[in-house]
Structures are given as C-alpha cells and as structure tokens.
Nanobody, 123 residues
Framework: QVQLVESGGGLVQAGGSLSLSCAAS????????MAWFRQAPGKQREFVAA???????TYADSVKGRSTISRDNAKNTVYLQMNNLVSEDTAVYYC?????????????????WGQGTQVTVSS
C-alpha cells in the first residue's frame, strides 16, 4: 500500500552534514507518523527520529541537538538533516511509516519500511 524510497546517503567527513530524503507513494493514511531508524554493522536497529501527523518531533538522545526531522507535504517527503556527524552515525538509515497519530521508538511499531540508504562517516 505504501512505498518508501530513501536517498541522500553517502560518504561524509566527520564534522560534516548531510540531508536524507524519503519519498512516499501509494495509499495515503488519514493520519500517520513517519520516522527514521538506523542499523550499524553488528548492532541492532535503533530509533533516530520521528515526526507525527500533528508535527510532534521526537529524537534519540544520540542525535538530539544536531539533527532535524521535517516534511514537505506537497512532495510527500520526509527529511532528516544531520549535522556534526561522528563515526557512530555510520549506519544504514531506514525511513518508516505507521498509521495513527502516535510516534514509536520501536521498529515493530511501524508498518512500512524503505530499502535503506547507507551513511558512512569518515575520520
């Protein structure tokens, strides 16, 4: 019903910035939450940021203060701006969506996942 395509990943130097995009298509939900998760090699998938339909933003402590999640409703796209990147940010980043008005920090709480985009931070 919903397809998510991430873009914007790549190789970036430590201390640099990048912006990830996620374009959504398919059946629209009357209300939904979009979020970003990431998974580094050898680690479990972890929550990064979420944006509810009402505009409530939630961030993981690891990225709080240096990341911003936003959306463009006209383009059905959600973004993740990340600044002051560190090696710990290296991971595959996934765009996700769930129906309803509440955000979740658990991956099982989301209904649809994108294919992921690789972010590699060099030092």
């Amino acid at each position: 019903q919903v397809q998510l395509v991430e873009s914007g990943g790549g190789l970036v130097q430590a201390g640099g910035s990048l912006s990830l995009s996620c374009a959504a298509s398919g059946r629209a939900f009357s209300s939904y939450t979009m979020a970003w998760f990431r998974q580094a090699p050898g680690k479990q998938r972890e929550f990064v940021a979420a944006l509810t339909w009402s505009g409530l933003r939630t961030y993981a402590d690891s990225v709080k203060g240096r990341s911003t999640i936003s959306r463009d409703n006209a383009k059905n796209t959600v973004y993740l701006q990340m600044n002051n990147l560190v090696s710990e940010d290296t991971a595959v980043y996934y765009c996700v969506v769930r129906s309803g008005i509440y955000a979740s920090a658990r991956p099982e709480g989301y209904d649809y996942w994108g294919q992921g985009t690789q972010v590699t931070v060099s030092s």
